[in-house]
């Protein structure tokens, strides 16, 4: 049977909403999709030649869209008043005061959309939760909008998003699954295929799974909480590789050879970052103490903990092999967004690192290809949990950190340094000309791999002291124990 033409708007111009949009209307020529935000500066920039994220491949898609079936606007309570879908990925960050701080999503922004929702709808709708929230969200939406529809009749359905950044475009075309969860009622069933038949334009429909609404709310924060579990094993590993001679890639490989663990996400790493993963942990961790759950919660806390503890391992490495100090010594930073191919910085392992180094008062120069020098001083001078709110209610223009440098190129970066840490696995790390690096370097010449980009034993050659997560340690780190 065919449905009548959708209109869909969706609430939240950022790294999910931008790009899941861009698709949604490249793939969908009949559907009309408008994304609005209230950040003005978003906006104008998706509405231009530089648009506000950097995603290989989405220039391409937003271009062949934009203007036809696809549109950027701040008018957003006119847009959500005609939509047929609305989608909501606004951000959730965590909260910073109150009950559950420093835990719990903090859902200000949700439920603020949602009262608008409310306000401004003249038609029927069915409202998505895209942002990754708590299980039982949609509940507490519902309610809100029901206790305010006026005679509208709203249908809540969950449909997070499993998009990678860096890859987002790929994944968006070739989903490995499509999750839609509603309620069980005719109406919520209805909703669910107006939905699934608009993935269903390039989706096949074995891979578009249907569930209630609690099993796709936790299954977002399940496959992000597993994903970072996994990293954290391999990590755990690496500290044990280090301590007994074995190498994390080689028992990585070995491990991944079996069918039923798989060899991807296995690269050991100075420690994941990104929006998603501590936050939907943290929140998860939080609803498990909430349920009465505190072994579930204390299992999943420890992910955190061993990605806090690989961090603070390779700060103390860095430290410890450079004579107990790195007071005054330039360091340099190759990379700092939080993986290769995006710009993004969120809970990027580059900020605890590099605020570990300037607490042993260490001089800083940073290169990254994707990221500014204001968005790299914005982030070391901001408190842990405020980085994903809104940038009119952060400190406002935080004190540049005088010790930290941002260059535009990885051999100004390393000019005169005593170390060298890379900390994103930019593939343009691989073909630096490592010779000319260290012959402009202080000696002895030290380098920091965070991310096994480069070959230790090449380096090693032409005179490089290497330290590889997870590697053989070179005889000098043998002799300087590190506090690890
Ligand atoms: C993640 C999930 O992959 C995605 O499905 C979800 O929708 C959002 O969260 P993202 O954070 O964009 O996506 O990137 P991801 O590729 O998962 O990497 C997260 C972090 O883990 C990065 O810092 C990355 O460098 C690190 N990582 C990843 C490792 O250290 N080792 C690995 O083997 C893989
Ligand atoms: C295991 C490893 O699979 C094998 O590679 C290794 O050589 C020896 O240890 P085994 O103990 O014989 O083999 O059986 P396995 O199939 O791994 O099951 C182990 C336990 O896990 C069983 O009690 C099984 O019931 C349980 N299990 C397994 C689950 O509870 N859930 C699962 O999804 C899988
Ligand atoms: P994500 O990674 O989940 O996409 P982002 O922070 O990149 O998160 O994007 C969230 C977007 O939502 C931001 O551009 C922000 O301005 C926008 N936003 C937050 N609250 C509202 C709101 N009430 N109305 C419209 N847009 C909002």
Not at 229 to 254: F, H, P
Not at 396 to 407: E, F, N
Not at 416 to 425: P, R, Y
């Amino acid at each position: 049977q065919k449905l009548k033409m959708v209109k869909i708007c969706c609430l939240g111009a950022g790294y999910v909403g931008g790009p899941t949009m861009a698709v949604i209307a490249l793939k969908c020529p009949s559907v009309e999709v408008v994304v609005v935000d209230i950040s003005v500066a978003r906006i104008a920039a998706w509405n231009s030649d530089q648009l506000p994220i950097y995603e290989p491949g989405l220039d391409d898609v937003v271009k062949q869209c934009r203007g036809r079936n696809l549109f950027f606007s701040t008018e957003i309570e006119k847009h959500i008043g005609q939509a047929d879908i609305v989608f909501v990925s606004v951000n959730t960050p965590t909260k910073t005061r109150g009950l559950g701080a420093g835990k719990a999503a903090d859902l200000t922004y949700w439920e603020s959309a949602a009262r608008m929702i409310a306000d401004v709808a003249k038609s029927d709708k069915i409202v998505v939760e895209k942002s990754t929230v708590p299980v039982k969200t949609a509940e507490a939406i519902e309610k809100i909008l029901i206790h305010n529809s006026r005679g509208i009749n709203f249908q809540i359905l969950s449909n997070p998003e499993f998009l990678a950044e860096g890859t987002a475009i790929q994944d968006l075309f070739n989903p490995d699954r499509v999750l839609i969860g509603g309620r069980e009622t005719p109406e919520g069933k209805k909703a669910v295929q107006v939905l699934k038949q608009v993935y269903a334009n390039w989706v096949s429909e074995d891979r578009i799974i249907t569930t209630n609404l609690w099993s796709a709310e936790l299954s977002k924060l399940a496959a992000n909480a597993f994903l970072a579990q996994r990293i954290s094993s391999v990590n755990a590993i690496s500290a044990l590789c280090e301590a007994t001679g074995a190498d994390v890639a080689e028992v990585a490989y070995s491990v991944g050879k079996d069918t039923r663990i798989g060899p991807k996400f296995l690269s050991a790493s100075v420690g994941f970052g990104g929006s998603c993963f501590q936050k939907d942990i943290l929140s998860l961790v939080y609803i498990c103490e909430c349920n009465g759950l505190p072994e579930v919660a204390s299992y999943w806390k420890d992910v955190i903990k061993v990605n806090d503890y690989q961090k603070s391992r390779f700060v103390n490495r860095v430290v410890s092999s450079m004579f107990n100090t790195v007071s005054e010594k330039k360091i340099a930073v190759l990379g700092f967004a939080f993986k290769k191919d995006t710009g993004d910085t969120r809970e990027t392992p580059a900020i605890d690192v590099c605020k570990g180094l300037l607490g042993d008062k260490a001089k800083i120069s940073i290169y990254d290809p994707q990221v500014s020098e204001e968005q790299i001083q914005r982030d070391l001078a901001l408190k842990k949990f405020d980085w994903d709110h809104p940038v009119h209610l952060q400190p406002t223009s935080p004190t540049a950190v005088k010790q930290v440098t941002v260059t535009w190129d990885a051999y100004e970066a390393t000019k005169g340094a005593h170390g060298v840490c890379i900390l994103t696995e930019w593939d343009e790390f691989r073909k630096l000309d490592y010779v000319k690096i260290y012959e402009n370097m202080q000696k002895p010449a030290f380098i920091f791999d965070g991310r096994n980009v480069i070959d230790p034993q090449k380096l090693r050659e032409i005179g490089f002291i290497v330290f590889s997560i997870g590697k053989p340690l070179d005889p000098w780190l043998k002799d300087m124990p590190a506090v690890v």
